[in-house]
């Protein structure tokens, strides 16, 4: 299956300072990318869905401004959470569409902790 | 509103006792229907694709099957190695965005 990689794999930040995240689809190239939110025990929650060369479409409740989202290249993506605080931490998980199929393939996951 | 709903929240099953996962679904239109598995600390890895009712596919121990209202994981003569988080969710003809279930526990103890 298509492959897609995450960076870093995990963070540790103080409150107040910018984190960014990259997503990469690393044998293919996707046009559209998803970055969801995942809480301890809970399922995935999609925060923006993110389309190469265009703006993030964001779900209501997402702050824009706070999760600022580029999709610069069909192989990447990146999610940087801005003036992070403690409330901030979780685990980001991203995915990109590959193939005819539809199919949605995801990184490994981020887990961002916050001081 | 789309929407996906997965029972058991949880399973406990015994190696080789055999067992079903539901997935029920609501959606104005389906483009298709997705199961994951997740392990903890990780992201969630790709099982199968249904599209269309009567739909099975299967891989290893795993089956999926597809109505129009809802979706089986079937897991047969499960292994410990099985024991994971299963999700599943859909998309709709009419956007990009996929909708997730809560996902059901299985644990297989040995």
């Known amino acids: 299956g298509a492959v897609v990689s995450q960076h870093p794999s995990w963070v540790i930040c103080k409150s107040g300072t910018s984190v960014k995240i990259e997503c990469r689809s690393l044998?293919?190239?996707?046009?559209?990318m998803f970055w969801y939110r995942q809480f301890p025990k809970q399922s995935l929650m999609l925060m923006a869905t993110s389309n190469e060369g265009s703006k993030a479409t964001y779900e209501q409740g997402v702050e824009k401004d706070k999760f600022l989202i580029n999709h610069a290249s069909l192989t990447l993506s990146t999610l940087t959470v801005t003036s992070a605080h403690p409330e901030d931490s979780s685990f980001y998980i991203c995915s990109a569409i590959a193939g005819v199929g539809n199919e949605q393939f995801f990184g490994p996951g981020t887990r961002l902790t916050v001081l | 509103e789309d929407q996906v709903t997965q029972s058991p929240e949880a399973l406990r099953l015994q190696e080789g006792e055999s067992s079903s996962l539901n997935c029920s679904y609501t959606?104005?239109?389906?483009?298709?229907l997705f199961w994951y598995r997740q392990d903890p600390g990780k992201g969630p890895e790709f099982l199968f694709t249904?599209?269309?009712a009567g739909e099975e596919k299967e891989k290893e121990r795993l089956k999926a099957t597809l109505t129009k209202k809802e979706s089986f994981l079937h897991i047969t003569a499960p292994k410990p190695e099985d024991s994971a988080t299963y999700l599943c969710?859909?998309?709709?003809?009419?956007?990009?965005?996929?909708?997730f279930g809560p996902g059901t526990r299985l644990s297989v103890l040995p």
């Open positions: 249904l599209y269309s």
């Open positions: 969710a859909v998309q709709a003809n009419y956007g990009q965005n996929f909708v």
């Open positions: 044998d293919f190239q996707a046009t559209t």
């Open positions: 959606v104005s239109g389906l483009r298709g």
